[in-house]
């Protein structure tokens, strides 16, 4: 949602340097089963966005370039890009650790039978959306029928040895706030979610993450419609802490989009600021395979108070869960 970015970019946030980079992550496309109101990415089924093989190659030839272990997949809903399986395959091949940001739901869908059984054959870690443990909430967020769904999947999973302790198949779950509130403790939620989970449905699971809904594209649309978004962003301005800073996720990632234009996190890219090197922006992975990224600026603006406020907000969940 562009018209936020001007009051966005308004907002002084303190200045951010890179250390090394160690995760990158990938948007193949908006496309998805889904269309959940906090999305920050508008994703639903009608969207058609999709990375090109072409440059998946240009992907992989800059984690093999820049030595980098880890690749984290997001979308919409990744596994929907033709080229997913190819992706994860040869990074797999080349000792390079995969995460798949998974919505549960796409296990079910025609075409992805056979998913479930090569994310484990390929030991993809699984971070799955899962707002609430509760069917009534997680169906108002995420629509009718996607709790009693997203347990089939989780339960497929299992199946499989994900989320167990002692095994290489990682699944983490992710909570996002119902409306413009900070999540609670990560501590306390996950020891409910683990509670829960286990004696209602038998299921298990690794680690919960909770996530701030950042004020950006379809959440932040909807904090306008109510007249929310001032008071969300005064929110997170106030719950800010300096503790937070040396634990955000730019510092150690970067994020492309499904062109293979380069930005500094995901939420960036969704707000069309692109990351800068060598005092270029609008760059291309392609021209950044020789970049030496440590201590490079990372661009901010106001909506990086949602990862600052409170316990801190990343992909990876809380940067400081000990904060209530």
Known sequence: MHQTLPLLS???????????????QVNLGYRCNQACVHCHVAASPKRSEEMSKETIDAVLMFLAKQKIRQLDLT?????????????????????????????????????????????????????ASLPCYLEDNVDKQRG???FAASVRGLLRLNGLGYGFEGTELQLDLVFNPQGPVLPPSQMELEASYKHQLRTRHGIEFNRLFTLANMPIQRFGSQLISNGQFDDYLNLLQAAHSDENLEQ?????????DWQGYVYDCDFNQMLNI??????????????LLHAEF?????????????CSAGQGSSCQGALNSAIK
């Open 10 to 24: 308004a907002i002084q946030f303190k200045k951010v340097i890179r250390n090394r980079l160690a995760t990158l």
């Open 75 to 127: 979308g919409g809903a990744p596994e929907l890009n033709p080229h997913f399986l190819y992706l994860v395959e040869t990074a797999a091949k080349s000792g390079i650790h995969v995460i798949d940001r998974c919505n549960l739901t796409i296990l079910e869908e025609p075409g992805q039978e056979h998913l479930a059984d090569f994310l484990a054959s390929h030991r993809v870690s699984i971070i």
């Open 144 to 146: 009718n029928g996607v």
């Open 248 to 256: 955000l996720m730019c510092k150690s990632l970067i994020s492309v």
């Open 274 to 287: 692109p990351l800068q090197w060598d005092g270029r922006n609008r760059l291309h992975i392609s021209e």
């Open 294 to 306: 440590f201590n490079a600026p990372v661009q901010v603006a106001g909506h990086c108070f949602g």
